[in-house]
């Protein structure tokens, strides 16, 4: 089970986190606000009031034990900054920081975010879907509850053909393209549009369609 860190409790941490405890995530949550951390306590696994800017109140409460952190203060420029810069610090392994324009997503990335989303763009559920996958996989939504996704490839389709897997009847996804290494591995991958008989190789990426259902259950197999 993945332990997951939130840093603030505003509207997209407070989103993120129940999305995150409703599928089974270990969730660590800290924020200022005392109101706002004992109404989401018993959502999530522990949750702190305190200074989110601060290392050492970071790491009394757990969070360099954690496997992601999102930082979810995009609204103060230098709360986020020091709370991003604190969990490199504290050895966490992926950081995630939630950014309000591309210049603050720029700087976030400087300072050693592993990934910037804008809560524009980015909604949490989609958020939690992705930090919850066990293997790769990128979300762009279509409509409600269909996506496109890029996966790794999954067991079921290792060394088999498109024929053989027969991925939409059994899978109920449908894929899209390859992108295979180049022999070069300096080079981008090459992009393939796979015809039945096409092999795919462990190494692939995918990309499919399907509804985030079918989505989530195929990403749990890579």
Partial sequence: MKRIGIIGAGRFGSSLAESLAEHGAEVLLIDQNRE?????????????????TNQRTLEDAGFQECDVVVVAIGNNLE???????????????????????????????????????????????????????????????????????????????????????????????????????AEDPTQPRTVIIPTADEIIQPDDKLLIFGTDKKIDALAQDT
């Fill in 79 to 181: 709360g986020s900054i020091m709370a991003t810069v604190n969990c490199k610090a504290l050895g966490v392994p992926t950081v995630v920081a939630k950014a309000n324009s591309d210049v603050h997503g720029k700087i976030l990335q400087r300072v050693g975010a592993d990934m910037v989303v804008y809560p524009n763009r980015d909604s949490s559920h989609r958020l939690a879907r992705t930090l919850l996958s066990k293997g790769s996989v990128d979300l762009f939504e279509i409509s409600d509850g269909l996506s496109v996704a890029e996966i790794d490839v999954p067991e079921s389709l290792r060394n088999k053909s498109l024929a053989q897997a027969e991925a939409r009847k059994h899978l109920g996804v449908t894929v899209l393209c390859v992108r295979r290494l």
């Fill in 36 to 52: 706002i951390i004992q109404e989401l306590s018993e959502f999530v696994t522990r949750a702190v009031e305190g200074d989110v």
